[in-house]
């Protein structure tokens, strides 16, 4: 890996040596992101959670909880439990597994 | 480059008639704006009235445009300007910058992976996330990574990561020239906008929740991809807090039979998906309960009224009623309607609400080929009567749901029937 890294320059940054530079919007996002994928990860390292469990640990509306808990489930970074009342409690994946 | 026949838009319709000219000989140009064929049908869970898988049917003809030696695709693309010279016309296609290398992506995701930015995923319609670089849905054709620079951090992780050296910033749009005989226009639909029914509270963007919007309420093709068998989550849960939802309602007609929102048509296809979505839900949450708000159910096809009677008679409820609001108590969708067979205002409170979106014109390319469309911006022939399929230009025949709203059995007929037209004509003009 570091070989082929050594032998081609990135397109990347190729295209920041033009000018062109991402959108702050983005950068302001994807740090947004990292924090609320954080919290979430952090949360469930204490154990298996439900949606409205996690939103309410690490108070932030429960949709956005929800949003999030579902797509690290598509990424597999959360996998689903048991069900109570029809809610799944989640519980992280541990690295290297996943989908 | 030249080709017989270039048809625009990779939906069904588009990959139908693809299949029937590349089957009779005819070399045929695919031309898609969306980085995979497919179109709306692929988005869906089965269908009606046969509850047929929907990707088991659709996926078989996407590999089969992809692999046929007649047909060639050209995803990603868009006709930006047709020019009819003689019996030729001159096309120009915009081929946009997928900032992958199509021939060297082997669709392994490594790329989509390693990416650390999540934006709305367009195949679910935003209820759950993709990546900045991506692959657009599971099946699709062709299976290549996109990168959307509008989100994208320029961070080179995902560069880094491919084993293909796929990944190229500095891929540029293309214009490309080519030449056909004849056009078949397969453009499809446009979904109703739901949030433009201020009354229903439709949130629209998942990860931007307003308080006074509720991300229970979703639209049917939202519902589709919750019910479909590659649906984004491991359940059948709703979006709001991924609770296995119990009480169910459809409200049919939104968007459509609709004058204050400019449109009165109806979308002929709503009262049967909604029928079927029903009935799918109570399939998968069998103590789960269905119910369907109507004006009236127009089940007017071959097997429609026995399917409508037997999801009725399996314990969905019909409640007739054009729905007034729809309200939000404990984060649960509550609607408000009067029960026009009793009299009744009733309020009724669900876990998740479906909002049955009708079916709008895709008129965006009746300037591009000088065809005329009807004052809904769906294309009309001269003479609706004797020839469905033509245009008021030779040579251009249009397919599907591109001329009005209607069901996949329709737009397949209407698909072969164009196709069936073109090769006519072109056996009149000289191949
Ligand atoms: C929620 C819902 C559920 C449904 N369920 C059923 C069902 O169970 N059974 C049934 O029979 N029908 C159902 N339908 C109807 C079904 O979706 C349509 O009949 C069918 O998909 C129409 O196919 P089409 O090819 O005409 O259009 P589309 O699927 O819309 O395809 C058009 C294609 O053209 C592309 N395109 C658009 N503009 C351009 C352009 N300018 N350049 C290049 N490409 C372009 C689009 O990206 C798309 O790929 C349902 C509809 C909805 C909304
Ligand atoms: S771009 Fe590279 S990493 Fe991404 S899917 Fe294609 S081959 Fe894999
Ligand atoms: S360069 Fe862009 S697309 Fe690639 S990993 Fe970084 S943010 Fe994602």
């Not at chain 1, 469930?44 to 808990?69: C, D, H, Q, R, S």
């Not at chain 2, 048509?265 to 839900?281: D, W």
Request: aromatic share 8%.
């Amino acid at each position: 890996m570091a070989e082929k890294q050594a032998k081609k320059e990135l397109t990347v940054k190729k295209l920041r040596d033009k000018g062109v530079k991402p959108r702050e919007e983005v950068i302001e996002m994807a740090k947004e992101q990292r924090k609320i994928i954080k919290q979430i990860s952090e949360c469930l390292k204490a154990g298996p959670k439900t949606i409205p469990e996690i939103a309410f640990e690490i108070n932030m509306p429960v949709g956005i909880v929800a949003w999030y808990v579902l797509t690290m489930f598509k990424y597999g970074q959360v996998e689903p439990g048991e069900e109570i009342d029809g809610y799944y409690k989640y519980k992280l994946v541990a690295k290297g597994g996943g989908k | 480059m030249k080709y017989d026949v270039l048809v625009i838009g990779g939906g069904i319709a588009g990959i139908e008639a693809s299949l029937t000219l590349g089957d009779a000989g005819f070399e045929v140009l695919l031309v898609e704006k969306d980085p995979s064929i497919g179109g709306h049908m692929i988005q869906l869970s089965k269908v009606f009235p046969t509850t047929d898988c929907a990707g088991c049917i659709t996926t078989p003809k996407m590999a089969a445009a992809a692999s046929h030696p007649k047909v060639h695709l050209m995803t990603y693309s868009e006709v930006k300007e047709v020019q009819k010279t003689g019996k030729e016309f001159r096309v120009k296609v915009l081929k946009k910058p997928r900032y992958v290398e199509e021939d060297l992506c082997i669709g392994c995701g490594r790329c989509e992976e390693v990416c650390p930015v999540l934006v709305p995923r367009e195949f679910d319609y935003g209820i759950v996330g993709r990546k900045a670089v991506y692959i657009p849905f599971e099946m699709a054709v062709p299976k290549k990574a996109v990168l959307d620079l509008e989100h994208c951090m320029m961070c080179g992780r995902c560069e880094r990561a491919c084993p293909k050296d796929a990944i190229n910033f500095l891929q540029e749009p293309e214009e490309v020239e080519i030449t056909v005989k004849a056009i078949i226009v397969a453009t499809g639909y446009n979904l109703f906008p739901p949030e433009r029914k201020k009354e229903y509270s439709y949130t629209g963007n998942l990860t931007l929740i307003h308080t006074n919007l509720n991300p229970n309420i979703i639209h049917a093709m939202q519902m589709e991809r919750l019910l479909a068998p590659s649906r984004p989550y491991h359940a059948l849960l709703r979006p709001g807090d991924g609770k296995v939802p119990e009480r169910v309602a459809w409200v049919l007609c939104t968007g459509s039979r609709d004058k204050s929102l400019g449109n009165p048509l109806c979308s002929r296809v709503c009262c049967m998906y909604s029928v079927k979505q029903a009935l799918l839900y109570t399939s998968a949450i069998p103590f789960g309960e269905a119910a369907i708000y109507y004006m009236d159910i127009r089940a007017f096809g071959k097997g429609f009224e026995e399917f409508y009677t037997m999801v009725r008679d399996l314990g969905v409820y019909f409640i007739r009623g054009k729905v007034a609001r729809i309200e939000s108590r404990n984060g649960n969708p509550v609607v408000i309607v009067e029960d026009t067979e009793t009299g009744e205002i009733r309020e009724d409170e669900y876990d998740m609400v479906v909002l049955s979106v009708g079916l709008l014109s895709n008129p965006e390319l009746s300037e591009i080929l000088g065809i005329d469309t009807n004052s809904y911006g769906f294309y009309v022939p001269p003479d609706e009567n004797a020839n469905p399929v033509a245009t008021k230009v030779d040579g251009i025949f249009v397919a599907g749901t591109a001329t009005c709203p209607k069901d996949i059995p329709d737009t397949v007929a209407e698909a072969a029937a164009a196709a069936a037209q073109c090769i006519a004509y072109l056996k009149e003009v000289g191949t």
